[in-house]
């Protein structure tokens, strides 16, 4: 376990019963070559991704959580305020700090919408609505029956990191599991392909691609991402090793906030010239499920998976229950 000295233990939501209902837990490395500001903001949006931090839940106030951290109330502050810049918290003046809801936003009209203007077209083709009542369910029931050849697609702005996902989904599934960045993924998407996006995408999703079925992927929570993991030692050296920056950039700042100095972490990228250089000198190579498939023969690579366990069975259980 980190000494106490490295982590702010947080608790964080509304009192029932006389006690909090939730506990996040917090590592800062101060002395870092990342602002300890940013280590705190990453690992509170790591904790609204994965939900560890659910939708609506007011997070400490600034001034009891600098306390608590012992850092300076500003760096919290400007923590707090670059999440809502970007749309994940809510700042409510005189009330605190509120998690938005991350479900996925519903497409222009909702499901009544599209199928309010199904019917009108229908009906200007003459068709009357209980023949078009019969025709859609129909079509619903063959839809259902083909439920176990439905395939999914994974989309994200970083290319790489939509294939990370697609691969460790692709292990928990039995259907097909295609990758493809925002620019492409138009014309990838069929009518029976469900999409799956991650939280920050979601809307972008929507608004853009405007998919029949959408799911918004559960991340691993940073207790679950470094669970058995021991504190850095003097001189343990590490190499993270992805081809994706987004993944790359993460790792830093979760590798510092766990007390890796930066100079003790080797960032690879299979992409570039002389990536394997220096691997085998690293106490600890870790990499993500597709980049271990890329590392030489004769080291074995501690491999992280970023989706949470219980959204692929959720995945698993819809496409047995051909509701995919």
């Known amino acids: 376990m980190i000494s106490a000295s490295r982590f702010g233990q947080v608790q964080s939501g509304q009192r029932a019963g006389g006690r909090l209902r939730h506990m996040i837990r917090l590592w800062l490395a101060r002395d870092k070559t990342i602002p300890v500001r940013e280590q705190l903001g990453a690992q509170l949006l790591y904790g609204i991704l994965s939900r560890r931090i659910p939708p609506g839940e007011r997070l400490p106030s600034v001034r009891d959580l600098a306390r608590r951290l012992k850092v300076h109330a500003n760096t919290v502050s400007a923590a707090y305020q670059d999440l809502a810049e970007r749309g994940w918290v809510l700042m409510k003046r005189g009330s605190g700090v509120f998690v938005r809801d991350l479900e996925m936003p519903p497409a222009d009209g909702g499901p009544e919408g599209l199928v309010r203007a199904w019917i009108e077209e229908g009906l200007q083709h003459g068709f009357t609505v209980d023949v078009i009542e019969a025709a859609v369910a129909k079509v619903a029931r063959e839809i259902r029956g083909q439920a176990a050849t439905r395939s999914f697609l994974v989309v994200h702005p970083d290319r790489e990191l939509a294939g990370v996902l ?142 949470a366990d219980d959204f692929l069975e959720e995945l698993r259980g819809l496409v047995t229950a051909g509701k995919v």
């Open 166 to 307: 697609a691969a460790e989904t692709e292990e928990a599934v039995p259907c097909p599991v295609a990758s493809v960045d925002f620019e492409h993924a138009a014309k990838e998407i069929a009518f029976d392909t469900c999409v799956l996006v991650t939280a920050a995408c979601a809307s972008q999703a929507v608004k853009e691609l405007q998919p029949s079925y959408c799911r918004v992927i559960r991340l691993r929570s940073m207790e679950d991402a470094i669970a058995g993991q021991h504190p850095p030692t003097s001189g343990l050296l590490i190499a993270v090793v992805s081809r994706s920056k987004s993944i790359l950039q993460w790792s830093a700042t979760l590798l510092a906030s766990l007390g890796f100095p930066g100079m003790d972490v080797l960032e690879r990228n299979p992409e570039e010239p002389g990536w394997q250089d220096g691997l085998a000198a690293c106490d600890i190579v870790a990499a993500d499920i597709k980049a271990a498939r890329e590392l030489p023969k004769g080291l074995r690579p501690t491999i992280f998976r970023i989706i």
